[in-house]
C-alpha cells in the first residue's frame, strides 16, 4: 500500500510508527508545510516528505487526512478534482462526519477513524467506520493499520463514532484528571509527588488491565475490593456524595454535543 499523510502531527507520527514497527507492506509520503517537522518526519522516521498536498497525493491508496478540522477546506481546495476513484481517503479528525468529508472532496471512498493519544505508544484504542464503496483490501489493511497503534473497533453505524470521540476519544483527558487528582491527595497527605504519581498512575493502568484480562463487570472487581464499613467504602461513599458517576457520564455528553456542534461549523 502507498499512504500519502496530509499534516505530520503527534497522531499521524504514531500511526506511521505503529505501521513502520509492525512491518507493514506500505511505503509512507507526508505532505508537512513546516520544514522542521518535514526534515524530522524524513530523519525519525524514514518516510517520504514534501510540502506539496497534489504531490503527496499521486499514487497513493490510501490518503490520511490528519489534520485540523478548520483547516480542511483549505486541503480539500487543494485536492478536490485530484483524487481518482480508486484512491481511498482515511479521516482522523475529531468531529467531521464523511458526508461532509465526501461533499468538500467530491469523493466517496471514505473511512473515518477516531484514535486517542494512547496510541503514541501502541496502546490506543481507535473506532472507524467505511463507506460501502471501500474495497475489502483497504478494509483489512486499515485495521493492521489500526491494530498496530493499539486496539480497534470498526463500525456499521458512523453514530457510533461520535459517541466513541466522546469516550474514548476524549477519554484520557478524563483519566489523566483522576490520575492528577489520586496523586494530589495522597501529596496532601504527606507523600513525596513522584511517589505519589507513581502510585496513582500504576493503580489506574492495572485496574484497567485487571477490568480486561479479567472479563469481569467493573461493579464485580469494585465489589471484590470493598469491605463493609472499611477504607474503600469510605471513599467510595465520599465519591457517591459528589455525583462522581454522573459527573463522568456528563462529560461525556458534553463532549457528544459539542463535537456535533464542532460539525455543525459552531
Do not use: C
Request: overall charge negative; charged content about 20%; cysteine-free.
Amino acid at each position: 500500500m502507498r499512504i500519502a499523510f496530509i499534516g505530520g502531527g503527534v497522531m499521524a507520527q504514531a500511526i506511521i510508527a505503529g505501521v513502520k514497527d509492525a512491518d507493514l507492506d506500505a511505503s509512507i509520503i507526508v505532505g508537512e508545510p513546516f520544514a522542521m517537522r518535514r526534515e524530522s518526519l524524513k530523519n525519525d522516521l524514514g518516510v517520504d516528505v514534501t510540502d506539496n498536498n497534489k504531490e503527496a497525493v499521486t499514487g497513493a491508496d490510501i490518503i490520511v487526512l490528519a489534520v485540523k478540522p478548520q483547516q480542511l477546506d483549505a486541503v480539500a481546495a487543494e485536492l478536490k478534482g485530484v483524487l481518482n476513484s480508486d484512491q481511498t481517503v482515511l479521516s482522523i479528525m475529531a468531529g467531521v462526519k464523511m458526508h461532509s468529508i465526501g461533499l468538500k472532496l467530491g469523493h466517496t471512498k471514505l473511512i473515518r477513524v477516531m484514535p486517542n493519544t494512547p496510541a503514541q505508544i501502541r496502546k490506543g484504542i481507535s473506532a472507524w467506520h467505511a463507506s460501502d464503496s471501500v474495497d475489502q483490501a483497504t478494509i483489512d489493511f486499515v485495521g493492521s493499520m489500526l491494530k498496530a497503534i493499539g486496539d480497534e473497533l470498526k463500525f456499521s453505524d458512523e453514530k457510533n463514532i461520535d459517541i466513541a470521540t466522546a469516550l474514548s476519544g476524549s477519554g484520557p483527558g478524563y483519566v489523566f484528571v483522576m490520575i492528577e487528582a489520586l496523586a494530589d491527595a495522597g501529596v496532601e497527605l504527606g507523600l513525596p509527588v513522584h511517589v505519589a504519581r507513581h502510585l496513582a498512575s500504576q493503580t489506574v493502568m492495572g485496574s484497567a488491565a485487571l477490568q480486561r484480562e479479567s472479563g469481569k463487570h467493573p461493579a464485580e472487581l469494585r465489589n471484590m475490593v470493598t469491605s463493609p464499613g472499611g477504607t474503600t467504602a469510605a471513599g467510595l461513599a465520599e465519591l457517591e456524595n459528589g455525583a462522581f458517576r454522573a459527573t463522568i457520564a456528563k462529560a461525556v455528553r458534553s463532549a457528544f454535543e459539542r463535537g456535533e456542534e464542532l460539525a455543525g461549523g459552531k
